[in-house]
Each structure stands twice: as structure tokens, then as C-alpha cells.
Nanobody, 122 residues
Framework: QVQLVESGGGLVQAGGSLRLSCAASGLTFRNHAMGWFRQAPGKERAIVAGVSWDGGNIYYADSVKGRFTISRDDAKNLVYLQMDSLKAEDTAVYYC???????????????WGQGTQVTVSS
């Protein structure tokens, strides 16, 4: 059974930083692209960042370019999202996802975590 478990969310002031982690089990981690999505109240789930199975391709949403960094550790089956210079508009539930390719649409990812809340106070 595939499990993705996010951690690292919380409350932070604008301008601060957080690092999210996602621990994966039950799948061949190195064969999967990994992604981070977020969903704010009343909005659709949207991709934040994605990294290909081999780390060779990385995608960032325009809204987070230069502030967020995605990385993966295949030895530990972990994917990270380093979030710097956080803004109030980054407030959302952040979800980890696993799939075969980096896709912008949430519908095209195969596995999901339960999500972790990130709240940025202004």
C-alpha cells in the first residue's frame, strides 16, 4: 500500500521559511516523479513544484520561482520543499504527490498524501 506522509507545516510570519518533507513508502520511489501541490480555501488544488524520477527535470509554478526549492533523496525515500520568503498568499494545505511524469493537473498524479497546513501571517 502506497503511503505519502507530509510533515513540516505550521505557522510562520511573512518573510520566514519552512521546509516540508514527504516520506514515501509502498512504491519504487526512484521510479516516480514527485510533486508538491497546494490548495487554499475556495480554490482548486494547484501544482507548486515537481521533480522527475531522475531529478533531471524540475518544474516550479511562476508564483514560487526563486523562493521555493524542491529536492529528493532517493536513499531515504524523501522529497522536500524548502519555502523561503513566504508570503500570506502562500497560505494553503500542501500536498505531496507521486506520479510517473511531472504534470500540472492534479488529476494526472497517482498517489497523494493527506496534506499539511501552512499558514503565513502578514
Amino acid at each position: 500500500q502506497v503511503q505519502l506522509v507530509e510533515s513540516g507545516g505550521g505557522l510562520v510570519q511573512a518573510g520566514g521559511s519552512l521546509r516540508l518533507s514527504c516520506a514515501a513508502s509502498g512504491l519504487t520511489f526512484r521510479n516516480h516523479a514527485m510533486g508538491w501541490f497546494r490548495q487554499a480555501p475556495g480554490k482548486e488544488r494547484a501544482i507548486v513544484a515537481g521533480v522527475s524520477w531522475d531529478g533531471g527535470n524540475i518544474y516550479y509554478a511562476d508564483s514560487v520561482k526563486g523562493r521555493f526549492t524542491i529536492s529528493r533523496d532517493d536513499a531515504k525515500n524523501l522529497v522536500y520543499l524548502q519555502m523561503d520568503s513566504l508570503k500570506a498568499e502562500d497560505t494553503a494545505v500542501y500536498y505531496c504527490a507521486a506520479g510517473y511524469l511531472i504534470r500540472r493537473s492534479a488529476d494526472e498524479w497517482q498517489y497523494w498524501g493527506q496534506g499539511t497546513q501552512v499558514t503565513v501571517s502578514s
